[in-house]
């Protein structure tokens, strides 16, 4: 019976609604999973898939078959009583999976062909929403009686009705060490951990894609994005280097009424004054050397759209006063032109610099910086957010871990200690840094230890003057400490270890919670 084999061509009424807890179809185009995916057929021939928690494969009828690579499980998947015992395999994982006593942990079932099917939980807030799983892998290649056996468990279900070439077929089998096994349980717990993470309610700065952190100066921050966002006002951004400026931009824009816009960034600081003034408003053909036709400026490009004006406080004089007509008036004229330019663009400016200096100085002029400074954003060095370097950490790592296309890994708590100690004069880029070298230097390990760390985390030897100062600090540390210990025993004992609802009572990320007890062996 031919049968028709993508989603998109299915009647809606043939597939069953799932119990409405997870958005698996979201889910699926989240950029991390589809990432994801592609690893587990490149690496293991095997394709990524959800249960929902009555163990029913999402998006699967016997209408609507994906083909598998292996060719077994296709030809099951494609005959009815096949599709019956592959499905009743699914569900059994997905009981077995939900009955793990540890969280995430895969469990592995056999099918009824014999191969395996290996899934992990999904749990979000302890209620049990489905299985992420991967299915139809042998671990040792079938030979001699195990092949035959193979064959006729198939022929078991097709009532014979084969005509692939069953010997290639099994040649063509998913076979996976005891290593590849499990590296692939550690990729389904990183999925569980994307999902999780996806589905839970999108609060603080978790609205804003890229801004990762709970710290209060993160929610005061965000706070004000919530307000900021839906106008159209201009707004400038202040901050230290590295401390995430652009992100912010971006956040505005992509929570803006420009979403659908384009954003366009260009840094003041990266070019000469004729070289800048070119490319933020074009030039027409033979209005210099070099200038053989016509190019738009990125203001024309980011017509209708935000326009990031990064390190604006580098800019020259001379471009500062075009730079006001186009804020003022929405007028511009290019390089080498006489006729003038109208746009509609929401400008976005960002500088490390103390404008309001500059301009009692006369470095810049007072009337831009008024125009500019319509709304002004802060954004907090890492030094004064410590507490959402675990959290961020976490993140650079399980970002990194996909791009590179390997295991998640995990941070010691001596690691986290000292990356929360440091004072991150490169703020959050010098972490992202830190994790990306980390995770190179730390290729066969599954927990990055400090000896992994740059030099500038270790401890430095203190000189004879600062003894007495460190004895104070040392003694007021202890007793804050003591006091934070405290709390967080008694609060464990409260909430009867429920770590999640603990931390969110504290007002700290969980990452960084676990830090703390793992820091105070309250374990």
Same mark, same amino acid.
């Given at each position: 019976m031919a049968r028709r084999l993508h989603a998109s061509t299915i009647p809606a009424s043939r597939v069953l609604p799932s119990p409405d807890v997870l958005d698996f179809e979201?889910?699926? !185009?989240?950029?991390?999973? *589809?990432?994801? =995916?592609? *690893?587990? &057929?490149?690496? /293991?021939?095997?394709?990524l898939s959800f249960a929902d928690p009555t163990g029913r494969v999402v998006g699967r009828t016997e209408e609507t078959i994906v083909p598998p690579q292996n060719d077994f499980c296709r030809l099951s998947l494609f005959a009815k009583e096949g599709y019956s015992r592959c499905s009743q395999s699914v569900r059994v994982l997905s009981e077995k999976a939900a009955g793990q006593g540890k969280l995430r942990s895969p469990a592995c079932h056999d099918c009824h062909l014999g191969f395996e099917v290996l899934g992990a939980p999904i749990s979000i807030d302890g209620e049990g929403c489905g299985t992420v799983f991967v299915e139809g892998y042998a671990r040792r290649q079938p030979t001699g009686a195990d092949a035959e056996t193979l064959k006729l468990k198939l022929a078991e279900v097709t009532l014979g009705a084969v005509s692939t070439n069953l010997d290639r077929a099994i040649e063509k089998l998913p076979v996976l060490s005891p290593t590849d096994e499990t590296r692939l349980s550690d990729l389904l717990e990183l999925a569980v951990g994307e999902v999780t993470l996806a589905s839970q309610p999108r609060r603080g700065a978790q609205r804003f894609g890229e801004l990762v952190g709970t710290s209060e100066p993160m929610a005061e921050l965000v706070r004000l994005l919530e307000k900021v966002c839906p106008s159209d006002a201009t707004v400038l951004i202040e901050g230290e280097s590295g401390t995430g400026k652009e992100l912010v931009a971006r956040a505005i824009h992509a929570n803006g009424p420009r979403a659908q816009k384009a954003f366009v960034v260009q840094n003041c600081s990266a070019f000469n004054d004729e070289l800048l003034e070119s490319a933020l408003f074009g030039h027409l053909r033979g209005s210099f050397t070099g200038a053989i036709q016509d190019k738009k400026g990125l203001f024309e490009i980011a017509d209708g759209g935000t326009f990031f004006l990064d390190e604006i406080g580098d800019m020259s004089p001379a471009l500062q006063v075009k730079l006001l007509r186009v804020l003022q008036e929405g007028i511009f004229t290019p390089v080498g032109g006489t006729e003038? &330019?109208?746009? %509609? *663009?929401?400008?976005? #400016? #960002? $500088?490390? =610099? %103390?404008? =309001? #200096?500059? $301009?009692s100085s006369g470095q810049f002029r007072q009337d831009l910086y008024y125009r500019i400074n319509v709304i002004r954003v802060r954004v907090p060095p890492l030094r004064e957010r410590r507490e959402d370097v675990p959290l961020l950490a976490e993140h650079f790592l399980r970002k990194l871990s996909l791009a590179r296309g390997v295991p998640p890994k995990q941070l010691s708590a001596e690691t986290l200690g000292a990356l929360v100690q440091h004072d991150w004069p490169g703020n959050v880029r010098e972490l992202q840094n830190e994790m990306e070298r980390m995770l190179v230097l730390g290729t066969d390990h599954a927990v990055l230890t400090p000896?992994?760390?740059?030099? &500038? /985390? !270790?401890?430095? %030897?203190?000189?004879? %003057?600062?003894e007495e100062i460190g004895s104070k600090a040392g003694r007021l540390r202890s007793a804050l400490e003591a006091v934070e210990r405290d709390v967080i025993a008694q609060g464990l004992e409260r909430t009867r270890n429920n770590r999640s609802r603990l931390a969110r009572e504290l007002g700290i990320s969980r990452s960084n919670l676990l830090y703390k007890i793992q820091k105070y062996k309250l374990d």
């Amino acid at each position: 019976m031919a049968r028709r084999l993508h989603a998109s061509t299915i009647p809606a009424s043939r597939v069953l609604p799932s119990p409405d807890v997870l958005d698996f179809e979201r889910l699926q !185009r989240l950029h991390s999973l *589809v990432l994801l =995916k592609d *690893v587990i &057929r490149k690496w /293991f021939g095997l394709e990524l898939s959800f249960a929902d928690p009555t163990g029913r494969v999402v998006g699967r009828t016997e209408e609507t078959i994906v083909p598998p690579q292996n060719d077994f499980c296709r030809l099951s998947l494609f005959a009815k009583e096949g599709y019956s015992r592959c499905s009743q395999s699914v569900r059994v994982l997905s009981e077995k999976a939900a009955g793990q006593g540890k969280l995430r942990s895969p469990a592995c079932h056999d099918c009824h062909l014999g191969f395996e099917v290996l899934g992990a939980p999904i749990s979000i807030d302890g209620e049990g929403c489905g299985t992420v799983f991967v299915e139809g892998y042998a671990r040792r290649q079938p030979t001699g009686a195990d092949a035959e056996t193979l064959k006729l468990k198939l022929a078991e279900v097709t009532l014979g009705a084969v005509s692939t070439n069953l010997d290639r077929a099994i040649e063509k089998l998913p076979v996976l060490s005891p290593t590849d096994e499990t590296r692939l349980s550690d990729l389904l717990e990183l999925a569980v951990g994307e999902v999780t993470l996806a589905s839970q309610p999108r609060r603080g700065a978790q609205r804003f894609g890229e801004l990762v952190g709970t710290s209060e100066p993160m929610a005061e921050l965000v706070r004000l994005l919530e307000k900021v966002c839906p106008s159209d006002a201009t707004v400038l951004i202040e901050g230290e280097s590295g401390t995430g400026k652009e992100l912010v931009a971006r956040a505005i824009h992509a929570n803006g009424p420009r979403a659908q816009k384009a954003f366009v960034v260009q840094n003041c600081s990266a070019f000469n004054d004729e070289l800048l003034e070119s490319a933020l408003f074009g030039h027409l053909r033979g209005s210099f050397t070099g200038a053989i036709q016509d190019k738009k400026g990125l203001f024309e490009i980011a017509d209708g759209g935000t326009f990031f004006l990064d390190e604006i406080g580098d800019m020259s004089p001379a471009l500062q006063v075009k730079l006001l007509r186009v804020l003022q008036e929405g007028i511009f004229t290019p390089v080498g032109g006489t006729e003038p &330019r109208q746009v %509609d *663009v929401r400008i976005i #400016a #960002a $500088t490390h =610099k %103390d404008l =309001k #200096a500059m $301009t009692s100085s006369g470095q810049f002029r007072q009337d831009l910086y008024y125009r500019i400074n319509v709304i002004r954003v802060r954004v907090p060095p890492l030094r004064e957010r410590r507490e959402d370097v675990p959290l961020l950490a976490e993140h650079f790592l399980r970002k990194l871990s996909l791009a590179r296309g390997v295991p998640p890994k995990q941070l010691s708590a001596e690691t986290l200690g000292a990356l929360v100690q440091h004072d991150w004069p490169g703020n959050v880029r010098e972490l992202q840094n830190e994790m990306e070298r980390m995770l190179v230097l730390g290729t066969d390990h599954a927990v990055l230890t400090p000896d992994l760390l740059s030099s &500038r /985390f !270790r401890p430095q %030897d203190e000189g004879p %003057d600062r003894e007495e100062i460190g004895s104070k600090a040392g003694r007021l540390r202890s007793a804050l400490e003591a006091v934070e210990r405290d709390v967080i025993a008694q609060g464990l004992e409260r909430t009867r270890n429920n770590r999640s609802r603990l931390a969110r009572e504290l007002g700290i990320s969980r990452s960084n919670l676990l830090y703390k007890i793992q820091k105070y062996k309250l374990d």
